[in-house]
């Protein structure tokens, strides 16, 4: 078996704070392969997105420590310098993020900014340049790529710029796509083309995707393997169909339950919504025991006490809770 | 059933930069001849996606904006054309949540402020003794500890801002409350507290709601009835059941074909609408849909269609009398 793609190691980090040291990831470590769809399942503060942050090498190095190990292609990319990280972005690593209107400089055409990506990495003449550009647009379903790549982001929808981010994200064929929540901020209707449009790019290209998302409906749709995390660490991982059919750990259940589902309406009275009481754990707080303890149904002495590990249930399926046995499962 | 809220033919234009040297002014069309009732105690959904009008509505009948033309009714008053002083009275009657409770609270208030704040200013409850005792109900109502009165909104998760947000919209005990996006921020497990909250307090206070979202699951776990919105109109407006069991208008059925997945076996399957949303600048003639819509033909561009019913409690404003069933 070949190495992995990217592997991360233990990966801590903390944002330095007046009132000391304020960890949001503690101890994460997984792969993703070439070809296969890794999605980071968490809610607000999980640490999913400073995790995307981290491997990326984004954060500030004046307000947060990262720690661990970052293996890209077997090459270690955690604490590599500036140059070095911004050879790699961009080339070796795509990335698509939330906001595409915020991600794209607003005073600088499409066609300057896709070109970018094309020019800082290969030595191409200009018209190699916009002939590539063009053929990329087109790649990502803009019907007139020549026409948009002249205009400015703000003459374009929100979809038409996710789209625009998407053919920025993979210019350079990247090994790995990491993309965080890209289409959290897109309508229904423009969602479904976009999750369409980056599974097929995937299909073609068996590029490795890291997909960071709160939504499980985007998991549903796009991953091949899930990590669900809370407060900063692993609480599940398996492959998609079992995070869905089989969720082990407690959390990974409320989750699952708590989405509305469509075509309920038979019932004359709304149906009432599954809820997880209580709210995450505030940022910078570790008890000793398991994080969910204080929202968990099936929480015993034990869960207050000791941290639970994270333990093999299945061949490719871990979950970290005290509960997993017998009466769990 | 009495109706608390009618809306009639309700308009609003802003003015849009375009047009170049400033001639031929352009006009967003944001809430284009919309009417409606809402009846007490029941919950009306506005389900949209954005650029829809469906927020603009909801600031033309709590009026924070005014409406180019058209009228809305509060329990038998008008108040679209209402002197602010004697709307301020009927204020109470309507209140609102909206979607940030991190901006809708004032940071630096505690949260007995907070709630206590409508009770004093309409003049509701005279002794502090009172004021404090119904914040105590109305924060126990929303499933807040009594000791959270007296602590600072950033204390708060975004879950327990909410509460407090909706503790402060209940206070002055109102017979209609707009819930603009009041969810869409929140985080899953905290999204279904939420809407349970919100189902229950309708339920026992004989609220009616009117429930403004882009998430068409949330509204089917909450709404009586619902009504579709696209470029500044209704689409089709229906009792929850027939909505979802029958959608008739090609816009309502594209918005339930694209929903992502609820398993992973289904991938794959959500139809996506093709193109996206006209700038509400350069709105389409005829039916508004017709850019997008598979199932449109030579009238739908020349003739708008008008909101018909179909039964008595479902209206679609579309020219087919049936839609190819989608395979």
Known sequence: ?329 | MTEILNVYNLKKTFPARGGGLGFGRAEVRAVDDVSFAVESGETLAIVGESGCGKSTLGRLILRLDRPASGEVWLDGARIDNMPVPQLRRLRQQMQAVFQDPMSSLDPRMRVLDIIAEPLVNFGLLKSRKAVERRVGELLDMVGLPADARHRYPHEFSGGQRQRIGIARALAPSPRLIVCDEAVSALDVSVKAQIVNSLADLQRELGLALLFISHDIGVVEHLSTRVAVMYLGVFVEIADRRSLFSDPRHPYTRALLASTPAFEPKDRGKAVPLRGEPPSPTDIPSGCRLRTRCPHAFERCATETPALRPVSPTHAVACHLDELPTLS
């Open chain 1, 1 to 329: 078996m070949s190495a992995p793609l990217l592997e991360v190691d233990d990966l801590r980090t903390s944002f330095r704070t007046a009132s000391g040291p304020a960890p949001a990831v503690r101890g994460l470590s997984f792969a993703v392969n070439a070809g296969e769809t890794l999605a980071i399942v968490g809610e607000s503060g999980s640490g999913k997105s400073v995790t995307a942050l981290s491997i990326l090498g984004l954060l500030n190095a004046r307000a947060a420590d990262v720690s661990g190990r970052v293996r890209l292609q077997g090459k270690d990319i955690l604490g590599l310098g500036e140059p070095a990280l911004r050879a790699m972005r961009g080339a070796a690593i795509g990335m698509v993020f939330q906001e595409p209107m915020a991600s794209l400089n607003p005073v600088l055409t499409i066609g300057f900014q896709v070109g970018e990506a094309i020019r800082l990495h290969r030595k191409l003449g200009a018209r190699a340049v916009r002939e590539q550009s063009e053929a990329l647009l087109r790649q990502v379903g803009i019907a007139a790529p020549a026409r948009v790549l002249r205009l400015y982001p703000h003459q374009l929808s929100g979809g038409m710029c996710q789209r625009v981010m998407i053919a920025i994200a993979v210019a350079c064929d990247p090994a790995l796509l990491i993309a965080d929540e890209p289409t959290t901020a897109l309508d229904v209707t423009v969602q479904a083309q976009i999750l369409a449009l980056i599974r097929s790019l995937q299909a073609r290209s068996q590029s490795g995707v890291l997909l960071i998302t709160h939504d499980l409906g985007v998991v549903a749709e796009l991953a091949d393997r899930v990590i669900i995390m809370y407060a900063g660490r692993k609480v599940e991982e398996a492959e998609v169909e079992t995070i869905f059919a089989r969720p082990r750990h407690p959390y990974t259940r409320g989750l699952l339950a708590a989405r509305p589902r469509l075509g309920v309406s038979s019932e004359s009275v709304p149906s009432r919504l599954v809820e997880i009481p209580g709210s995450p754990p505030p940022a910078g707080a570790d008890p000793p025991g398991c994080a969910f303890l204080k929202r968990c149904p099936v929480a015993i002495t034990v869960c207050s006490q000791a941290r639970p590990p994270l333990v093999r249930v299945a061949d490719g399926h871990v979950a970290a809770c005290h509960r997993l046995e017998p009466a769990c499962a």
